[in-house]
């Protein structure tokens, strides 16, 4: 699996097709998780991969939500971004949206944390902080069993998700949620440098 393209110009892409706030910072936010999660694992080599992967994932929601991981194909075709990236973009859209099935470990980990991050997101929001660096794994397992909070964000897809990555629900929670918190701060940055330049 190769990326044709780099960072900087996926976040071109992405801001050509996003410009809510909100979604500028999940897409960077799921990036920063996906790069966390290849340290985890190992695989460094395939860092730009996954982190390009994960701030692509959502390029055609904000225009396109009926049409989510399907207008991603042609945005992404017509952007000369190569079969690999479109498909492992499309792919966490699979059994909601379209039939892309992840097929190997960063595709699973993309569909597992995509919709926690959205999750943990709110549930910091709601601190007095405002951030997930205080935030305990408790706390965000409370706001996990109860589906009226981030209602929006499907719990059942994050089970699926930690069933197809092979880890305990457990483990996905408290990884996303330590993922979030050592790049907090650089995710913060990024996107005060973004709304600079707007």
């Known amino acids: 699996m ?4 780099t960072f900087d110009e996926a976040f ?10 909100f979604h500028i910072r999940h897409a960077i936010t799921v990036s920063s998780v996906m790069g966390w999660y290849c340290d985890k ?13 994960g701030l692509l994932h959502d390029v055609d929601f904000e225009l396109y939500p009926n049409e989510h991981c399907k207008k991603a194909v042609s945005i992404l075709k017509e ?25 190997d470990k960063m595709e699973k980990v993309l569909f597992a944390i995509d ?9 910091a929001l709601m601190r007095p902080s ?21 209602a929006g964000c499907d719990r059942d897809v994050i089970q699926k998700g930690a069933e197809m990555m092979g880890v305990e ?14 790049n907090e ?4 940055e990024f996107m005060e440098n973004f709304e600079k330049n707007l």
Do not use: Q
Request: aromatic share 6%.
């Open 130 to 150: 405002k951030s997930t660096k205080d935030m305990p794994l408790k706390s965000l397992k409370k706001k996990f069993k109860s589906r009226g909070f981030a």
């Open 41 to 53: 694992l190992g695989i460094e080599d395939e860092k730009n991969y996954w982190e390009i992967v």
């Open 79 to 103: 952007e000369n971004v190569n079969d690999d990236i479109i498909h492992s973009v499309c792919s966490h859209g699979y059994g909601i949206c379209c039939d892309i099935e992840p097929t």
């Open 115 to 123: 919709e926690l991050t959205g999750i943990i997101n709110a549930a």
């Open 169 to 182: 629900l457990n483990e996905l929670l408290s990884d996303t949620l330590e993922a979030m918190k050592a």
């Open 185 to 188: 701060d650089r995710i913060n």
């Open 2 to 5: 190769e990326s044709n393209i």
């Open 12 to 21: 071109e892409i992405l801001k050509k097709y996003n410009k809510d706030i």
